[in-house]
């Protein structure tokens, strides 16, 4: 390092391990290791470093580094998952929101003053359907039906049930949806 400083050298550049030489350089001269322990970017450090002391590194250019752009960011296709539909707007159908999770809306007869109400019940709107599994498929669970009955029954003001049957299982289908139709009336 002496007879290189005697030289005129002021910038050494350590080739090694780790920077074990460069320690032992005088205060007024510059020492730049190209590895250091532990650090991944010590080589690009010491590029920068070089640089900025004056040495001459030529960066690479190669054509090849040049790359085109690739073209998926321009192909204006989503991923996203959509959003399940919810109810609407139920009044401009001349129905009226029915209040309920399950139910969408009402619909008062005019004939027999009996009211309808109308939902869809699907997994992907309604996913903790999918724990009510019995014998490998998914069905709307009896204590489900019991809501639906007394929160239609709140509705147009008769808030007791006495007796519910169930006569067949209601089964939803991984994708599929069903509508649902509760009738009230005397």
């Given at each position: 390092?002496?007879q290189?400083?005697?030289?005129g050298?002021?910038?050494f550049?350590?080739?090694?391990?780790d920077?074990?030489?460069a320690?032992?350089v005088?205060?007024?001269?510059t020492?730049?290791?190209l590895?250091?322990?532990?650090?991944?970017?010590?080589?690009?450090?010491a590029l920068?470093t070089?640089?900025t002391?004056?040495?001459?590194?030529?960066?690479?250019?190669?054509a090849?580094?040049?790359?085109?752009?690739?073209?998926y960011?321009f192909?204006q296709?989503?991923?996203?998952?959509h959003a399940a539909?919810g109810?609407?707007?139920v009044?401009s159908?001349?129905?009226?929101?029915?209040g309920h999770?399950l139910?969408?809306?009402?619909?008062?007869?005019?004939e027999d003053g009996?009211?309808v109400?109308?939902?869809?019940l699907?997994?992907?709107t309604?996913?903790?359907?999918?724990d009510?599994?019995?014998g490998?498929?998914v069905?709307?669970?009896g204590?489900?039906?019991?809501?639906?009955a007394?929160?239609a029954?709140?509705y147009?003001?008769?808030?007791?049930?006495e007796d519910?049957?169930v006569?067949?299982?209601l089964?939803?289908?991984?994708?599929s949806?069903?509508t649902?139709?509760?009738f009230v009336?005397?």
């Amino acid at each position: 390092i002496e007879q290189a400083r005697e030289l005129g050298g002021r910038v050494f550049v350590e080739l090694g391990p780790d920077a074990v030489l460069a320690t032992l350089v005088p205060d007024d001269t510059t020492a730049i290791p190209l590895q250091r322990a532990g650090q991944t970017h010590a080589f690009p450090l010491a590029l920068a470093t070089a640089h900025t002391h004056g040495l001459p590194v030529t960066w690479p250019t190669p054509a090849a580094a040049l790359v085109d752009l690739p073209t998926y960011a321009f192909q204006q296709e989503s991923y996203w998952l959509h959003a399940a539909s919810g109810a609407g707007d139920v009044v401009s159908l001349g129905q009226a929101p029915a209040g309920h999770g399950l139910l969408g809306a009402a619909v008062a007869l005019a004939e027999d003053g009996m009211t309808v109400f109308t939902g869809r019940l699907s997994l992907s709107t309604h996913p903790w359907l999918a724990d009510h599994v019995v014998g490998g498929s998914v069905l709307v669970p009896g204590t489900a039906f019991v809501e639906l009955a007394l929160h239609a029954g709140d509705y147009v003001g008769c808030g007791q049930l006495e007796d519910l049957t169930v006569e067949a299982p209601l089964v939803l289908g991984e994708r599929s949806s069903v509508t649902v139709q509760v009738f009230v009336g005397e």
